[in-house]
């Protein structure tokens, strides 16, 4: 049983960064993959970026890339989303996801685990 509290999120000004946290209990955080998934207002749960345990390989959605970037710290449990030159159409509840598996899906009923969700407003 993993669970997850997302943290960091707020209201920035678009072309600004931010960095979202989430912090997993469980002694088995290290063997999971994780990821972060976002849902805007009338729109379905969206990839993010997701890593794979050791932290070895990483993975973007399109949109995204070059901007984002996941890590993750096993010592402490945590994996991290660095948001950086935000955009308006970044604004979202950003979801952290944990996955008891080598391989890493980009699909949402992929994962086993989720945090509640931390809200991400990007102002023009």
């Known amino acids: 049983q993993v669970h997850l509290v997302e943290s960091g999120g707020g209201v920035v000004q678009a072309g600004g960064s931010l960095r979202l946290s989430c912090a997993a209990s469980?002694?088995?955080?290290?063997?999971?993959?994780m990821g972060w998934f976002r849902q805007a207002p009338g729109k379905e749960r969206e990839f993010v970026a997701a890593i794979t345990w050791s932290g070895g390989s990483t993975y973007y959605a399109d949109s995204i890339k070059g901007r984002f970037t996941i890590s993750r710290d096993n010592a402490k449990n945590t994996v991290y989303l660095q948001m950086n030159s935000l955009k308006p159409e970044d604004t979202a509840v950003y979801y952290c996801?944990?996955?008891?598996?080598?391989?890493?899906?980009?699909?949402?009923?992929?994962?086993?685990?989720w945090g509640q969700g931390t809200q991400v407003t990007v102002s023009s």
């Open positions: 996801a944990a996955r008891g598996s080598i391989v890493v899906v980009t699909t949402v009923h992929g994962w086993s685990y």
């Open positions: 469980g002694r088995t955080f290290s063997s999971y993959a």
